[in-house]
């Protein structure tokens, strides 16, 4: 991606398409704010691998980047989260799709009461969007750690289960590993000789109550 023409990174000051504000959540604890191009959609969103999550409102470029900045400050809400944050709490995700937008209902509901709005950007109302079956997580067994880097020599081979954002979820002989395909850039793929992860792989810090034992 160009970074000088991402409105992520500030690089554009003055486009005239309308923008969405939204509220992302990723997992337990983990509520972000953000803006994306009205006519992108939700694309961005699970691009971001987000989980669940609402607009604001709609309006400007700096109108729509002005109520970001006041969500952030009245609040405290983030504009980024890691995704090593995100992929950990994917394994403890509530089973209803009324617990996983309780968060974002709270937020939601904060920040309509906040003053301050630009007068141009028009608010929307609280309609939560649930993306645990578009990405294959519904029923899919809990990742239970993340290749931390490739390595000549290595591999790792295993079924597809579930995809969120750039995260391929693997079920390999020892359970489930989350594979950023970002770190795949300049790798050949071949066929894999066994279905051994014979890659650096960080385990996930659980709760006491979801951890579990065994996995490589």
Do not use: N
């Not at 694309?43 to 999550?53: M, N, P, T």
């Not at 009245?74 to 403890?92: C, H, W």
């Not at 974002?104 to 141009?120: C, D």
């Amino acid at each position: 991606m160009d970074r000088a023409h991402s409105v992520a990174a500030d690089g554009i000051a003055d486009d005239p398409r309308p923008y969405h504000v939204y509220l992302a959540w990723f997992g337990p604890g983990l509520v972000k704010v953000g803006i994306t191009a009205v006519e992108r959609g939700p694309a961005r969103l699970l691009e971001q691998g987000a989980v669940c999550f609402t607009w604001l409102g709609a309006g400007p470029l700096m109108a729509a980047r002005r109520t970001e900045e006041l969500l952030r400050a009245a609040l405290r809400v983030p504009d980024r989260i890691p995704y090593a944050e995100k992929r950990a709490v994917r394994a403890v995700l509530p089973e209803t799709e009324e617990e996983r937008a309780a968060e974002i209902r709270e937020v939601y509901g904060k920040a309509v009461r906040l003053g301050g709005w630009p007068e141009s950007l028009t608010p929307e109302p609280f309609r939560p969007v649930d993306h645990v079956r578009a990405f294959g997580l519904a029923g899919a067994p809990a990742a239970l750690g993340e290749v931390r880097e490739l390595v000549a020599g290595g591999s790792l081979s295993g079924e597809l289960v579930a995809a969120a954002g750039p995260d391929l979820h693997l079920a390999a002989p020892g359970g489930v590993v989350v594979l950023d395909t970002r770190l795949m850039r300049g790798w050949e793929l071949v066929p894999a000789a066994s279905g051994e992860v014979a890659f650096p792989v960080r385990h996930f810090e659980l709760p006491a109550d979801h951890r579990q034992e065994g996995l490589f």
